[in-house]
């Protein structure tokens, strides 16, 4: 009877949820006047669509859809907008939703789905003089990310990191001229030289100060082979020298770091590179070495020419390397094959059932990495006893990042990412913000001057330091060219809780 009790009592909460939900504002009804009136969408699908994202942890409905057939169609939405009588109208740019805390939602706003304009064959294209290619995802045209699923309006709002950024840097780094609808409607073509506020503003900017509908973007010729090399560590000390070593001497193609536990197998979604054998061997390591190894994972890109001196090479660069003897495990393979090893995925498991993302992504300077591997990795994430995902932890060149665009990073010339690509079941996420609450706390209280990368803050004061002394360029910016704070809501700066 107490189980009937309790169903009751659950159903009778639930109705009376649904009765107090705020009905979703309607669309104002002068929008409906306009030409654009024939591509926005209210129907159930699209608003659920907008209203979600990879991470399943943060739904907020939309009013609308705008699916753009034209720039101008979002040139009209946004003086829409900004026209608008009270209550204004937020607007967000929607590339692929592969933010995993409801950045590119808008509640009671209109989401710009960008897919749209890319089907319209005006999309942001990456294209080369000489062999002109349209497209859409990395996948189509040139790869900067690991995962290639990604938009380049979206990517280019945040930085746009792989292994290859210790090189040619992150993709914003990677940037010759932007075309921007900014938040006032306005359109401008922007590059260092024309308009350049506003360009360093877009590249890592959140999507605050204008939607990109254009970039031209340096492209360089692809290899056609990839050796692709993982190397195991017993020792963070030596695991992180190593890496330096490999990136500082400008050889590799490609250099990432992974911590591997129990509870983050060495082959998970993002690649499956060991075959049952290598497998059962590293599984015997990770025992005898209390349930952590650390991995590099070292790839060298190399064509026909290069074909008969590039084992040599190779060689020549992993001899003095410290990494367990005989854990090297090496594979030669096409680099479209490379490029392509993490799937196109969605945000379901196996099973088909959902799965939430409560992701951290930091960047953690050097002069505190040791500190920081005793705290987080040997005993934050070794307590944590759930299994979640890929844990990546690699270095970059600060020099290769220009640090008057909008995204931050810290003040020291080598700093790492870490990536905590958690999965979990809807009912666990919790545990996993706990366990990055706790990454956090402990860096704060260390006194290590991390920076969050894709950063997700709930209060402004979390906001101004996080942005430290680009706070007030970025709010000046933000007033300039979006003063009525219609751009991108879904990242709560400008509209947070403080
Ligand atoms: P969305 O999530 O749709 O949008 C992100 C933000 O940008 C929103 O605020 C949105 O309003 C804004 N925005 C989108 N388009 C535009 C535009 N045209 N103009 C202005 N603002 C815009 N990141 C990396 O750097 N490297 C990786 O290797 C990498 N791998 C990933 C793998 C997976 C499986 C996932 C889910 C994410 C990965 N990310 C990676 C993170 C990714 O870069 C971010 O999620 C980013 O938001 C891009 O995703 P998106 O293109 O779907 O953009």
Known sequence: SQFVVFIIITYFMFILGELI???????????????????????????????????????ENSIA????SSIDDIVTLIKFANNCSTPLISISARGHGHSVRGQAMARDGVVVDMGALSENGIGIRVSSNRN??????????????????LTVGGTLSNAGISGQSFLHGPQISNVLELDVVTGKGDFITCSKNMNSELFLA?????????????????LQKAPTR?????????????????????????????????LITHMSPPNNWRSSFYSPSHYSKITSLLKSNNGHLYSIEVVKYYDDQSADTIDEELQSLLKDLGFNPGFIFKKDVALIDFLGRVGNIDNQNSEGQLETHPWLNLFVPKSRILDFNAGVFLDIIARHNQTSGPILFYPFNRNKWDDRMSAVIP????????????????????????????????????????????????????????????????????????????????????????
């Open 21 to 59: 939900r705020p009905l979703p504002r309607p669309l104002p009804n002068d929008i409906l006047s306009l030409h654009i009136a024939t591509r926005l969408r209210t129907d159930p699908n699209s608003i659920k669509l907008a209203s979600s994202d990879y991470g399943n942890l943060v739904q």
């Open 65 to 68: 859809v705008l699916y753009p």
């Open 132 to 149: 002109p290619s349209s497209g859409y995802y990395y996948a189509d045209v040139v790869s900067w990310t690991d995962y290639l699923y």
């Open 202 to 218: 877009v590249l890592g900017g959140l999507g605050q100060f204008g939607i990109i509908t254009r970039a031209r973007i340096i």
């Open 226 to 258: 990839a050796k692709w090399v993982r190397l195991l560590y017993s020792d963070f000390s030596i695991f992180t020298r190593d890496q330096e070593h490999l990136i500082s001497t400008n050889i590799p193609s490609y250099v990432e770091g992974s």
């Open 411 to 498: 003040d020291e010339d080598i700093f790492y990412t870490l990536g905590l690509l958690h999965s979990s079941r809807p009912d666990q996420s919790g545990n996993f913000d706990k366990l990055n609450n706790e990454i956090i706390e402990f860096c704060e209280k260390a006194g290590i001057k991390i920076k969050q990368y894709l950063p997700h803050y709930k209060s402004k004061k979390d906001w101004m330091k996080h942005y430290g002394p680009k706070w007030n360029t970025f709010q000046e910016t933000k007033t300039k060219y979006d003063p009525k704070m219609i751009l991108s809501p879904g990242q709560r700066i400008f509209n947070s809780v403080d």
